[in-house]
């Protein structure tokens, strides 16, 4: 396994200390490729991972309701015209 400074994980074959053969990359957000490497650059058949948008808006969601609650917006809103 190989880390480059926490932009990518890379787990696979190396020739020449060069990716070459089957290997992943995986970065931080989730993302990554999985697949034929030749010389150290993606080739052939692989498959890309990418983030499950879903499961984002979900952490955005709750990341800004846990925020609402911290700060306590609810006690300075009237909640009959909804203004703060």
Known sequence: MYSNDRKFIY???WVEDEKE????????D?????????????NGI????????RFLLILIYLFFVKKIIKENIFSQMDLN???V
């Open 30 to 42: 989730g993302t990554g490729f999985e697949g034929e490497f030749e010389k150290g650059k993606k």
């Open 11 to 13: 787990e696979g074959d």
């Open 21 to 28: 053969g089957f290997g992943k990359e995986i970065f931080p």
């Open 81 to 83: 015209t909804m203004e």
């Open 46 to 53: 692989g498959n890309f991972k990418q983030i499950n948008l």
